[in-house]
């Protein structure tokens, strides 16, 4: 599989309650990847 492209992107944790109790949601770093033409990621075939 050959990969054109890959961006990355910072999500920032959110504010969230149960409750009382308060808190935040991890951080995390999402990943865009884009393939070569004619290129497929073939767990995502037929979704």
């Not at 492209?5 to 910072?10: D, L």
């Not at 393939?35 to 037929?46: P, S, V």
Request: charged share 35%; net charge positive.
């Amino acid at each position: 599989m050959r990969v054109y492209k890959v961006n990355t992107v910072n999500v920032k944790s959110k504010p969230k309650r149960q409750g009382l109790l308060r808190g935040r949601t991890a951080t995390w770093k999402k990943a865009v990847v884009r393939l070569a033409e004619g290129e497929r990621i073939e767990l995502f075939e037929g979704v």
